[in-house]
């Protein structure tokens, strides 16, 4: 019995500090009376947790509020830049590093070619000696570094830290945990659309919407689900795999092993081969693809209208799937002018379930940053959050 009672304690103690810094984080500056009411904390608990969080340097006592009768109360302010976070984002050929304090603002970013993925140890390695020159360049202790979280586009059981399979990246099981020695961090791993999910949660326009799919379009499609503010992961982590649904039977052969596959015919990629294939071109960027587009190209026209339904067919299969309030478009595409309208216009073309009024789609605020700034919230959930947020 009284093991239990310890326990009990210690979880209500670490909650309370978590609600605490929470709070703080959110309202920027309160005064312990503040910090209590809101809270239904007793005061004496507040001091103790607010003169233990000044001792850590993550608040400081900021001046005197008005008085409301009696001793003017102190104003806690919290501090952003005491902690900090790296989010690292890999892609198909270049690998993001991003420091950040505790408002999510990126303080320095860095970027990596990578040809192939196929020396993973040596990527760490590159990692860990950019993070030691970022450190050093921003004067920045080790010690005030929550961790290093990672956003990884493929498929990842975050409590084993094992990235499973990347079909793009072509690499598996890639166990993270042994890469806590060289780091010399805490290690946190995350899906790269269930990262930007977060992001969008926690920072940006999902921040007060609870059940969404988030769809980041890249070089191939995740997609991440948000049930009532928790990440849907599923039984054996991989729900959420949309970009490899089957769109059209017996279609294109996917790195997945699959035919057919959405990412084949919605993705960067997908667009830029439906145009260079048409325009009989080797090779476009996106930037000079949304330039011919802007200037009317006939050619580009048409791939873009091809895209454009493949792209809602996807999105119609999600809706009948997950019914969520909001379906989140992320990466390079969204931020096309007009991308919004054209494509409502195809998501919501007549049919018997839904309509323009059940469901909205939006595009990304955080727009390319949202999945790195989804990773480097990964280390900081230790100061913030009570629970893991994962069913
Ligand atoms: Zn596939």
Redesign the pocket.
């Known amino acids: 019995m009284i093991k239990i009672d310890i326990v009990d304690q210690e979880i209500i103690k670490d909650s309370n500090r978590k609600k605490i810094v929470q709070l703080l984080y959110k309202k920027k500056e309160l005064t312990k009376q503040d910090i209590s009411k809101e809270l239904e904390i007793s005061i004496p608990t507040v001091t103790s947790n607010i003169n233990a969080l000044i001792k850590e340097g993550i608040v400081e006592e900021a001046g005197m509020a008005e008085s409301t009768g009696g001793r003017k109360p102190i104003i806690i302010r919290f501090l952003p830049n005491s902690r900090y976070a790296f989010g690292v984002d890999f892609s198909l050929e270049i690998i993001r590093i991003a420091l950040t304090n505790l408002n999510s603002e990126i303080i320095y970013e860095t970027s990596m070619d990578i040809k192939g993925f196929y020396n993973i140890d040596e990527a760490i390695r590159k990692i860990e000696m950019e993070i030691k020159h970022i450190l050093n360049e921003k004067k920045i202790s080790i010690d005030k570094v929550l961790g290093i979280g990672f956003s990884l586009p493929g498929t990842v059981n975050e409590e084993d830290m094992v990235l499973e399979m990347a ?1 793009n990246l072509k690499i598996k099981n890639i166990v993270f945990k042994e890469f806590t020695d060289i780091l010399k961090l805490p290690v946190y791993i995350e899906n790269e659309a269930n990262a930007a999910a977060f992001a969008e949660l926690t920072l940006g326009i999902a921040k007060e919407m609870r059940n969404l799919a988030y769809i980041s379009i890249t070089e191939g499609i995740g997609t991440g689900i948000v049930i009532q503010d928790y990440l849907y992961k599923g039984k054996n982590k991989r729900a959420g ?1 949309f ?2 649904m089957t769109i059209v039977a017996d279609g294109k052969p ?11 015919y919605a993705s960067d990629r997908a667009l830029i081969e439906g145009y260079c294939s048409r325009a009989n071109q080797k090779k476009v960027s996106l930037k000079d693809f949304f330039y011919k587009l802007k200037c009317e190209d006939p050619i580009a026209k048409e791939a873009w209208e091809s895209y454009l339904d493949y792209l809602a067919i996807g999105i119609q299969n999600i809706i009948l799937l997950l019914d969520p309030h909001y379906v989140v478009i992320g990466g390079k595409i969204g931020q096309y002018p007009g991308i919004l309208e054209s494509l409502k216009e195809k998501v919501f073309i007549q049919n018997t379930f839904y309509n323009e009024n059940d469901i909205k789609i939006l595009i990304s605020t955080l727009k390319e940053n949202a999945s790195i700034l989804g990773a480097a919230l990964l280390p900081m959930q230790k100061l913030f959050f009570i629970k893991r947020k994962i069913i």
Request: hydrophobic share 15%; net charge neutral.
């Open positions: 079909p795999e970009g490899h996917c790195n997945c092993g699959k035919k057919g596959c959405w990412e084949l």
